[in-house]
């Protein structure tokens, strides 16, 4: 506050003095036909505006328990508020129902009876519709595989020498004896099931 009060002080009998100083300028340049004809009635207005600027000064420099002080109206931009961005809907992904599963087919596997010390090995076998069975001969003598009379299907492979192979595909579900046409006394079973 005491600051202001100073700065007072010290601007106001000068911006008097400058205010009284232009009015007597513009009095002066008013074009009035007393100013221009009469250069003594210019310097009697001169020196009136002297006295009353330095009188002015003089009551203005004492200092006054009263703020009269206004602020300065001064230009604050406004901002304008950016534009908010509108979130788009994302589109809710729609569970598409998978295909049922389809059963896994099994593979159609090959088996492998060995005709080995007049016997075949497995004696007994379990398999699926669709495999197929492979006799292999791994004795010197000679062997067969036929089955027998009332099977679901018959087969005779004929003389088998040593490493000699015979194959059947099981393509209907039953039990299928057979043997050894040669040797009867060698007998097998292989059972096919869906």
């Given at each position: 506050m005491r600051m202001q009060?100073?700065?007072r002080r010290q601007l106001l009998?000068?911006?008097?003095?400058?205010?009284?100083?232009?009015m007597a300028l513009l009095v002066a340049c008013s074009g009035s036909s007393s100013a221009t004809t009469n250069p003594t009635a210019t310097i009697a207005a001169t020196a009136t505006l002297a006295v009353t600027t330095s009188a002015t000064a003089a009551a203005t420099s004492r200092p006054t328990a009263?703020?009269?002080?206004?602020?300065?109206?001064?230009a604050t931009p406004t901002r304008r508020p950016a534009p908010t961005a509108t979130p788009r809907p994302k589109p809710t992904p729609t569970a598409t129902?998978?295909?049922?599963?389809?059963?896994?087919?099994?593979?159609?596997?090959?088996?492998?009876?060995?005709?080995?010390g007049f016997a075949f090995s497995p004696k007994s076998l379990p398999i699926k519709v669709g495999d197929?069975?492979?006799?292999?001969?791994?004795?010197?003598?000679e062997?067969?595989?036929?089955?027998?009379?009332?099977?679901?299907?018959?087969?005779?492979?004929?003389?088998l020498g040593q490493n000699a192979t015979f194959s059947l595909t099981f393509t209907k579900a039953g039990t299928y004896t057979y043997h050894c046409s040669i040797h009867p006394t060698m007998m097998g079973t292989i059972t096919a099931t869906s």
């Open positions: 009060v100073c700065m009998p000068w911006s008097a003095s400058l205010l009284l100083a232009l009263t703020n009269t002080a206004r602020p300065n109206p001064t129902p998978k295909p049922p599963t389809p059963t896994p087919t099994p593979k159609p596997k090959t088996w492998v009876i060995d005709i080995s197929t069975v492979e006799w292999v001969n791994k004795d010197l003598t062997h067969t595989t036929t089955s027998d009379s009332g099977d679901p299907a018959s087969w005779d492979s004929g003389m």
